[in-house]
């Protein structure tokens, strides 16, 4: 293997367990719920769902989960409204 990818997978590897050097922006995820197919998506206006319960709430179990997924590596504007409600 060329002496250059190997480097580059070393330094890929390294990144990977440095989540500070990340942060999501915008995201779209294609999401397979118990209760059928779902589109989460992170835009600078914070969360967004498809599903039922995060137009009533503003948060659901899908924008959760990747936000536990993505844990330090999101912007503060992506923290869940539902959370941030019952913490207050």
């Known amino acids: 293997m060329n ?3 190997i480097g580059k997978i070393e330094k ?11 942060h999501v922006k915008t995201l779209s ?5 118990e209760n059928g197919e779902h ?10 769902c498809t599903c039922e319960f995060f137009h009533d709430h503003g ?11 993505l844990e330090g590596m999101l912007p503060s504007h ?3 409204q539902l959370m941030t409600a019952k913490a207050s």
Do not use: D, N, P
Not at 12 to 22: G, H, V
Not at 29 to 33: K, L, Q, R, W, Y
Not at 39 to 48: A, I, P, R, S
């Open 3 to 5: 002496s250059s990818i």
């Open 12 to 22: 890929a590897k390294l990144y990977a367990t440095e989540r500070k050097r990340m």
């Open 29 to 33: 995820v294609a999401f397979h719920g």
């Open 39 to 48: 589109e989460v998506t992170l835009m600078e206006q914070g969360w967004q």
């Open 59 to 69: 948060a659901c179990a899908h924008s959760m989960a990747l936000e536990r997924v």
């Open 78 to 80: 992506a923290e869940s």
